[in-house]
């Protein structure tokens, strides 16, 4: 008896002895699982890169290792994520001081708050010390837009865009309509009822509706801007509520509503260029970066049928909108020289003109420097879109945006960290209401007292 | 884990010296042990340290501002009007897929249960849509087949109008106009095959002896499978409801990719509602409280399904 | 009963109806009405069967298409096909993420299963006091909204230093998959016959090798339905995935939407790396239908 239970305690003893040690060799072991390509192969000196899942982006990862691993020696690993998840990761890494990643992606809105905070490493100074970077290539909006609260330069622009109105050439040609070279916001609600009108196969406009600060309110905040309203004013007072403000919401669900593609509630960036590069609207305002995949034939079916113009206005001049995807070092990485060294390859000049060569022009990252243009197989490339491209980002101007002063700087944001959440709040019920549920009216009415509750913290 | 399976020992030793129960039950223990330290060190470590955030009042977009704020994050949390609405849609998302799913599960069950030309065929063709990866699975509904411009949906509509002669078919925008059923739709396509994986199993186990004993007194094929299947299949059909419950209340792949929680928060579920509370207003104590608060609202809620309602728990005979 | 269902399957086709009697009638309807009946059956079986299936097919048969191709409306069934999309993903460097996954799954799986029978036994065939409770407490720890742990969760690996390590998402779902599994186990081991049990303790056999050659044998049906189901969860599982991991040990659903690109058409795109993904599971579900038919019913009874 006692003999049979010592030997029944002895192999309960090993079968979990076998286990904790598999556990601990587990444990010992690492995460490396060999491989290579984007998931990497995990030795602690190289750069781990956490990106976005644009295009561009992707061009970085394919002609990293040939280009920049083979001169430099330095291994970099890629992580590519959609925007919302990449905002998720980067966030939960660097405010938690992860640090998982040496660079990120991030974009105008957060730099300047994560470099108040101290999460990211100041770029400017070197990069300005750098002869062969040329520093004062970059456009000025850019940097602004990347500055922290000391003057530093907390990112370095990988590209930018603003925003402009495509339309399709070949439509408004049958149908004998013509578009003015600087459109105003109503001369474009009758362009797309006449379109609308005319064509049952398309829609008259398309405009995005899906929820979100950098979805829905990325062209409805420029829209607001030149219709007079602000979501601020300087000295802090909640203005969501105000009639600048409703008439423009108003005007934007009802023209999306009443000439907008099917489906506007749940239509992003992504959604939109769908829907117009399968040439099912007939005109569209967002990113001047959907000028890229639209001429790109093997993607689009409107290629060379697209024309471009300023961004519709109202009461200001231009309503543009700026935004710079950059390339940020936080403040918990291992290796702030190697990422520094990555950051500056991946901006400069000479990457440009890596992608102009390897991959052809029209996939240059593009609107961050002067000198892109000054190229001239860019200029060919970029010839329907380049130059007012260029414009449209000289034109934005992200201090002063609208027709009264800001409190911050951003044209087509505010930014403080609680606009993440007062602008997806507030964006998800005017989709509602672009979906046919709940008036703009209720929704500017929270959105008002969210806001309200905000700028209490500010004042 | 080696210490826990020492003292084990340690107890078994010693009490070999007293009392044999004490050492029985240590003995009959001993098995469960690790895994179910596994479960706690897991599982209830992270609750505990929930408990603790949700006491913070700590915004990770002001570092250093984190401070101790006692029941306030839970006073948000009940006075939080999105929060109940999230609650009333978990419930009635759960509920919707949970039945919808049983009753297409017990209808294939029953249809694979008789024999017919290719039924090996059609079983396995049917457990595909669970075995689709979740986030793969509410892409395709989200993009290639809802999307009122080039959907399955849509497409469909659209050719059968043309085959009529209709210029166009209707451009109906499912997400906008049925955003709940859409999401329980293609929630109940993932999870009918399970249910009917279940009832079949069920259907199959039943004895034929007894259901040829009541065709050859006369009763109705209705008759026979109202008072003799569904009754014989009340554990599958509770399994299958407890398991498939436990999986959708959890749904967020879903939620978060076909209508990220909208138009306004009408598809907005506890867990997509608290992904909203930690990654847009980073507030992680509040994000924490409301976690506790849905902890302890799914196990008074289950408690009472479980205990009062199922067969499944039951205690039988202790051997 | 066990025999009976393998029986079933194993001679899953019907046999030509060359009589009229089917050659082993089961309970319901005869002779010619199951002629009659019989292809109706057949015919609103398959209806429901195709609906259901129609979106995977779809998705399998645009993952072959160009981009251009796959989304117009209305569909193209039988536009050229090409394997554009799957060279890309590959040249985007898949593979990592296949065996990451493989490693989270399987790995983990083994580990569900090594700890789970013995716990099952625990609750089972020789039962410690409070057993109900004990399935309680673990059936209660599923119902965790996970989201809830995730930063609980996070903040403890990156304080072991286990951040982007595949071991961590082992471990992780070794204890998200255990609760199902020594629910679905303990079931099946209340199956095995006490009289055998009885007999091998008599015999003095050890806790082990009572595990491995008596209740290993009876019980291996729903051992494999368990890890069946094991192995699915922790192969698709995502929000955890995402967030525990970086560079190194990222698994397949987090390069799924990571390979979705922003801008420009990505549907063939998004079908080819939906379809690659989730083939390991279905070839898994497929070849072992059985099995998960045999343990899940086994399942419900006890």
Same mark, same amino acid.
């Not at chain 1, 660097?94 to 490493?121: F, R, S």
């Not at chain 1, 697209?306 to 519709?312: C, D, F, L, R, T």
């Not at chain 2, 699975?137 to 993009?143: I, S």
């Not at chain 2, 509509?157 to 451009?171: E, K, T």
């Given at each position: ?190 362009? *797309? ?54 008439? *423009? ?37 967002? *990113? ?9 034939? *093997?993607a689009s079916k409107v290629a060379g049928d697209v024309g471009y ?151 | ?168 078919g209707p451009v109906i925008s499912w997400v906008d106009s049925f ?141 | ?158 304080r072991l230093n286990m951040l982007d390590n595949v071991w961590t ?134």
């Amino acid at each position: 008896m006692s003999r049979q239970n010592l030997r029944r305690a002895l192999s309960v003893v090993s079968v979990l002895g076998a286990v904790s040690v598999l556990l601990a060799s587990c444990a010992g072991a690492g995460g490396s699982s060999g491989g290579d390509g984007s998931a990497g192969d995990g030795d602690s000196g190289a750069v781990n890169v956490l990106m976005v899942g644009n295009p561009q982006m992707e061009d970085l990862a394919q002609l990293t290792e040939d280009n920049f691993t083979a001169d430099t020696g330095i291994d970099v690993n890629f992580t590519i994520l959609p925007t919302s998840e990449l905002r998720d990761r980067v966030t939960q890494d660097v405010a938690t001081q992860g640090g998982q990643y040496d660079v990120v992606t991030v974009g105008g809105y957060e730099v300047p708050i994560w470099a108040e905070n101290g999460w990211l490493a100041e770029l400017g100074d070197a990069a300005s010390g750098d002869q062969s970077y040329d520093y004062g290539d970059l456009l000025d909006p850019m940097v602004t837009s990347l500055g922290g609260p000391d003057g530093g330069v907390y990112a370095l622009p990988f590209y930018g865009e603003s925003s402009f109105l495509m339309y399709r050439t070949d439509v408004f040609e049958d149908e004998g309509l013509t578009m003015p070279e600087r459109p105003t916001w109503p001369e474009i609600a009758d362009l *797309a009822a006449e379109v609308d009108e005319a064509r049952s196969d398309m829609a008259g406009i398309c405009l995005r509706g899906l929820p979100g600060w950098g979805e829905l309110f990325a062209p409805l905040t420029t829209v607001v801007n030149t219709f007079g309203g602000t979501w601020f004013t300087e000295d802090w007072d909640a203005e969501v509520d105000a009639p600048e403000f409703r008439e *423009a919401v108003e005007f934007y669900v009802e023209l999306v509503r009443e000439h907008g593609q099917a489906g506007a509630a749940q239509s992003g960036f992504t959604e939109c260029l769908n829907t117009f590069g399968q040439g099912n609207a007939a005109m569209w305002y967002d *990113a001047t970066s959907a000028s890229g995949p639209l001429e790109d034939p *093997a993607a689009s079916k409107v290629a060379g049928d697209v024309g471009y113009v300023h961004a519709p206005v109202v009461q200001t001049d231009a309503s543009g909108w700026l935004w710079v995807w950059a390339l940020a070092v936080p403040e918990t990485t291992q290796q702030p020289e190697a990422a520094q060294e990555f950051a500056h390859w991946a901006t400069s000049k000479e990457y440009e003109e890596l992608v102009g060569e390897e991959l052809g022009w029209s996939r240059v990252p593009a609107g961050k420097r002067q000198s892109t243009y000054d190229i001239p197989e860019y200029a060919e490339a970029a010839e329907a879109f380049g130059q007012i491209t260029l414009q449209a980002i000289e034109e934005a101007d992200p201090v002063d945006p609208g027709v009264q002063p800001r409190p911050t700087v951003g044209v087509q944001y505010v930014t403080i960290p609680e606009f993440a959440d007062l602008g997806t709040k507030v964006s998800q019920e005017i989709s509602a209401a672009i979906a046919g549920q709940g008036s703009v009216e209720d929704a500017l009415e929270n959105g008002q007292e969210l806001a309200e509750t905000i700028a209490e913290n500010y004042r | 884990m080696v210490t826990m399976a020492e003292s084990a020992a340690e107890v078994d030793a010693r009490s070999r010296m007293t009392k044999g129960g004490r050492r029985q039950r240590w003995l009959r223990r001993a098995p469960l042990l690790p895994a179910l330290v596994l479960v706690i060190v897991v599982t209830q470590l992270p609750f505990l340290t929930t408990l603790v955030i949700s006491s913070f009042q700590w915004n990770v977009l002001s570092p250093g501002q984190r401070s101790f704020s006692g029941l306030t994050n839970y006073v948000t949390v009940f006075t939080d009007e999105r929060l109940r609405s999230a609650a009333v849609n978990t419930v009635t998302l759960t509920a919707s897929v949970v039945i919808l799913s049983l009753l297409l599960g017990l209808l294939l069950a029953v249809l694979l249960d008789r024999k017919f030309v290719g039924r090996g065929l059609a079983r396995t063709l049917l457990i595909a849509p669970f075995l689709v990866m979740p986030m793969a699975a509410a892409l395709l509904w989200k993009h290639a087949i809802y999307n009122p411009e080039y959907g399955l949906i849509n497409g469909t509509l659209n050719a059968v109008w043309q085959l009529f002669g209709a210029d166009r078919g209707p451009v109906i925008s499912w997400v906008d106009s049925f955003p709940m059923p859409a999401l329980v739709a293609s929630l109940v396509w993932q999870w009918t095959p399970f249910m009917m994986l279940i009832l079949l199993a069920g259907l199959q186990s039943q004895s034929n002896d007894v259901l040829e004993a009541a065709r050859v007194d006369g009763a109705s094929g209705v008759a026979t499978f109202r008072f003799l299947t569904l009754p014989h299949l009340r554990r599958y059909l509770e399994l299958a409801a407890l398991l498939g419950a436990i999986y959708v209340v959890q749904a967020f792949d879903h939620v978060f990719t076909i209508t990220q929680g909208g138009p306004g928060a009408a598809t907005t579920n506890l867990p997509y509602e608290i992904y909203l509370t930690m990654f847009r207003e980073y507030e992680y104590g509040e994000a924490a409280a409301a976690g506790v608060v849905a902890v302890v609202g799914t196990i008074i809620v289950s408690i009472f399904a479980l205990r009062v309602v199922s067969s499944l728990f039951h205690e039988e005979v202790t051997r | 009963m066990t025999g009976t269902v393998s029986a079933e399957f194993v001679d899953r086709r019907p046999a030509p109806h060359k009589t009229g009697v089917p050659p082993r009638p089961r309970h319901r309807g005869v002779t010619s009405d199951v002629h009659r009946g019989g292809i109706r059956w057949a015919l609103v079986a398959w209806t429901m069967t195709l609906l259901f299936f129609a979106p995977v097919a779809w998705m399998a048969l645009t993952s072959f298409h160009r981009e251009v191709d796959a989304a117009t409306n209305p569909p193209s069934l039988f536009a050229e096909l090409t394997f554009e999309q799957y060279g890309q993903l590959f040249d985007r460097g898949v593979t990592p993420f296949l065996i990451n996954s493989a490693m989270a799954s399987c790995v983990s799986t083994l580990l569900v299963v090594m700890l789970a029978v013995p716990a099952a036994y625990a609750l089972s065939i020789k039962p410690v006091k409070r057993w109900t409770d004990v399935m309680f407490f673990l059936l209660s720890t599923k119902m965790l909204p996970l989201i809830a742990a995730l930063l609980p969760v996070y903040l403890v690996v990156q304080r072991l230093n286990m951040l982007d390590n595949v071991w961590t998402l082992v471990v992780f779902y070794t204890a998200m998959n255990m609760p199902i599994a020594i629910w679905m186990l303990r079931s099946f081991l209340a199956e095995v016959p006490r009289e055998v049990l009885e007999a091998a303790q008599v015999d003095g056999a050890n806790l082990l090798h009572v595990l491995w050659h008596v209740v290993r044998p009876i019980a291996m049906p729903g051992i494999a339905a368990t890890a069946l189901i094991c192995i699915i969860f922790s192969w698709n599982e995502f929000l955890f995935a995402l967030n525990l991991t970086a560079t190194r040990a990222s698994t397949a659903p987090v390069f799924l939407v990571g390979f979705i690109t922003n801008e420009g058409l990505f549907l063939a795109r998004l079908c080819a790396a939906a379809t690659l993904l989730s083939l390991p599971v279905l070839i898994i579900g497929f070849a072992a239908q059985n099995q998960l038919v045999r343990g899940l019913s086994l399942g419900a009874i006890k």
